[in-house]
């Protein structure tokens, strides 16, 4: 009598690979399948050892451990046919340790067997700069000679990026010397934080090649100086097709940096720069060098994120109106403002322009910004002379109060003089910021000091901190309004600031927004900043002390005040939902999963009450435009890595598990997770090995999961 799981054995060892489109597959996508050591993957190995011809291999959606990646290396070698390695999120739960003697394992098979490999993905794998070095050797062999397309996107990578590009110079030079040519094409490496020295190894390494048609590296913290690097390695790859820069800081420089190159790439189909801070000048240069006569196959530009006032928005339609095929053209949370209804009217003459909605839109820059910029644009020609005006003393743009309840409010032209700002800077160090505390020092009368989108390090927050309170001790005065959104500064540099806020009473604005302040640094803000001697105003300042409180200390009487003001409390999160990491509101959740684990006599009620804000946080992280990982998908990963569902370095663990379950399937029955139900479902597959316990209720997860699918496939 055969039991399932002898069926299940059966049909693993029955699968062979099948002709798609031409190619042989043989794909274990999504298997969940755990391989930790060599007889974990024996059935496996066996299964692409006796397939007839293996073309394309992918291992996808599963879990490869030391001794299965050895295992399946030797299997590998039966394979010398094989062109495309799928091998994309294959490392969840591992050790960053364990990943690059796997990887050196899986590549030298394929340099053994005389593989010739023309595609390799190795995207989703969280391996670090340690795992470039799993991939020099194979980088640099033969069998990389014919790699077409090289996908190494979401890997952590940061200084791995320069690993990854000597090694494809190297692959170049080994190839000329045998004889052959090594032509790569596609080349994806997004959501790295490779940052300016790796943009600076992979411009090297993409002017040596020249035959790059796809370059896609978005969210990468690269800098101006870094995208004028990869600017001018563009130059040398002259059928270029698609580019993706979005979510790096071009500022003008970068960006007309940019526009020089584009002029000339004629085989453009997509450019995607979106949330890159070009401004009006840098995408009007980038604009301006766009025409029928060159870009004629071009079907995509995104420009959304770019802080464009009314008039560049307006010039850009009259540009691309003017004979351009586009299919999509991308303009949304710019700085329309309250012209927002007059410019949507113009895209409406336009199928293909997403301006989005009102309620994205950035709202309006400082009076007549841009108009010079825009003036200019109608009256030259050429654009190549555009300069950087971004540092030094100028008006503070875009300033957001901290709380939803105050109203924008532009400084008035009188007040220049009180305004210190400097933007896109570098400082790590104390002398890096000698120009800005000069400034904070020579003036009496400061209001408002603008640090928008530098970085600034350690040692610089600590002597700005120094210089804010030695302006009160110099009876100075107090400044109202500070701007250090965009700046990386971590939990122990807001730490330094805060303080140095505290001795300011006037403060009435601070903007934190787009810095690393973690767990850690958010509860530090709420310890040390005396809320009660400025102006934040009292309901949303009170909200932020509860959420903080909370989440430090979750109780049923701090959860009661927060269910209290329910649209207060979802506009209190409005920063951290926009934000880059949404870990605020991460914590908020795991710490009603806490508070779930605790016994409670009216445990009905409390999930209840539970249920209703976790949905109505859900419901608002739905509206923030987010790509590639939206607001909702980094919660729900945040979530899995606090409650240990998935490995991470967070130490906290909810108590009961199945609080966890319980609100995620909640939330999955509200409509809530719909696209990471496999994420969701192969995570808590692997925990039933932690917690046999639970088994049942990750059984009832899992098949709740799958019903909401059957659903939505039904509709």
């Known amino acids: 009598m055969f039991h399932k799981t002898d069926f299940a054995e059966a049909e693993v060892m029955m699968k062979d690979s099948v002709e798609i489109n031409g190619e042989w597959v043989l794909s274990f996508r999504d298997e969940q399948q755990k391989l930790n050591n060599e007889n ?28 299965a990646g ?8 039966f394979h010398p046919e094989l062109k495309r390695a799928l091998w994309s999120d294959m490392f969840t739960g591992r050790l960053k340790e364990e990943i690059p003697p796997i990887l050196r394992f899986l590549c030298c098979a394929m340099i053994r067997c005389g593989t010739r490999l023309v595609e390799l993905d190795l995207s989703d794998n969280a391996f670090g700069p340690i795992g470039a070095k799993g991939l020099e050797e194979f980088l640099e062999s033969s069998s990389a000679y014919s790699l077409k397309v090289l996908k190494l996107n979401n890997n952590g990578l940061g200084a791995g990026g320069k690993i990854i590009g000597k090694a494809l110079i190297r692959c170049h030079v080994n190839a000329q010397k045998d004889g052959q040519i090594f ?5 994806v490496a997004g959501r790295n934080r490779l940052e300016d020295p790796g943009a600076f190894a992979l411009a090297e390494a993409f002017q040596v090649l020249g035959s790059l048609e796809e370059i896609t590296m978005y969210q990468d913290g690269i800098r101006a100086k870094g995208i004028e690097a990869l600017s ?20 003008v420089n970068g960006a007309c940096a940019m526009a020089k190159v584009v002029r000339d790439l004629m085989n453009l189909e997509v450019l995607n720069f979106g949330d890159c801070l070009c401004r009006d000048k840098g995408a009007l240069a980038i604009i301006s060098n766009i025409s029928l006569s060159s870009h004629s196959h071009l079907k995509e530009i995104n420009l959304s994120g770019n802080e464009l006032s009314p008039r560049a928005v307006e010039i850009i339609l009259d540009r691309v109106s003017q004979g351009l095929h586009l299919k999509s053209l991308v303009l949304h949370t710019n700085n329309m403002g309250a012209q927002f209804d007059k410019v949507k009217s113009k895209c409406n003459k336009y199928s293909f322009i997403d301006l ?27 654009h190549s002379s555009y300069s950087n005006n971004e540092s030094g ?78 302006r009160m001790q110099m009876n100075m005065q107090s400044i109202e309004e500070v701007n250090l959104s965009q700046n990386g500064i971590t939990a122990e540099g807001i730490v330094q600031l805060v303080h140095a806020f505290r001795s300011n009473p006037n403060l009435k604005v601070i903007i934190l927004s787009g810095n690393t302040l973690e767990f850690e640094g958010a509860i530090a803000v709420a310890e040390v900043l005396d809320f009660s001697s400025n102006a934040l105003g009292a309901d949303a300042v009170q909200q932020i002390d509860d959420i903080i409180l909370f989440i430090k200390n979750p109780s049923i009487a701090l959860l009661d005040v927060l269910l209290f003001d329910l649209k207060t409390f979802v506009e209190t999160l409005h920063a951290d939902l926009y934000g880059r990491t949404q870990e605020i509101t991460s914590a908020l959740l795991y710490s009603f999963c806490a508070l779930l684990s605790v016994e409670n006599l009216n445990k009905q009620v409390l999930k209840e009450k539970i249920v209703t804000l976790t949905d109505a946080i859900l419901t608002a992280a739905k509206k ?59 995570s808590f597959g692997a925990m039933k090995q ?5 088994s049942v209720e990750i059984d009832r997860l899992i098949q709740a999961m799958n019903f909401q699918w059957e659903l939505k496939q039904i509709h």
Not at 43 to 62: D, F, P
Not at 234 to 242: A, E, G, P, Q, T
């Open 232 to 251: 001018e390695s563009f130059r040398y790859n002259r059928n270029l097709r698609i580019i993706n820069l979005s979510d790096n800081t071009f500022t």
């Open 40 to 67: 974990d993957a024996e059935k496996v190995a066996k299964v692409i050892e006796n397939a007839h011809t293996v073309e394309v291999l992918e291992l996808r959606g599963n879990t490869i451990g030391v001794g």
């Open 70 to 77: 050895e295992r399946l290396s030797r299997a590998l070698e």
């Open 690 to 694: 932690i917690y046999p316990d639970q």
């Open 393 to 470: 003393y100028e008006q503070m743009k875009n300033g957001i109060p901290i709380h939803s309840s105050t109203s924008h409010r532009s400084l008035k032209a009188d007040d220049y003089q009180t305004i210190i700002s400097f933007r896109n800077q570098q400082w790590n160090s104390e002398d890096d910021v000698e120009a800005v505390t000069q400034a904070l020092l020579s003036r009496k009368f400061v209001k408002a000091l603008d640090l928008h989108r530098n970085y600034i390090g350690i040692n610089a927050c600590r002597r700005i901190a120094e210089v804010l309170r030695e």
């Open 183 to 187: 032509q790569l094409k596609t080349f």
């Open 356 to 382: 989005g909605e009102e309620s994205d839109d950035q709202g309006t820059l400082d009076e007549d910004e841009g108009s010079d910029v825009c003036q200019e644009f109608y009256s030259e020609e050429s």
């Open 624 to 682: 923030v435009k987010r790509q590639p990982v939206s607001a909702t998908e980094s919660i729900c990963n945040q979530l899995l890595a606090f409650a240990g569902v998935v490995r991470s370095e967070i130490p906290q663990a909810v108590t009961d598990i199945n609080s966890v379950i319980f609100l995620l399937g909640s939330m999955i029955k509200r409509g809530h997770f719909q696209d990471l139900h496999p994420t969701i479902a192969f």
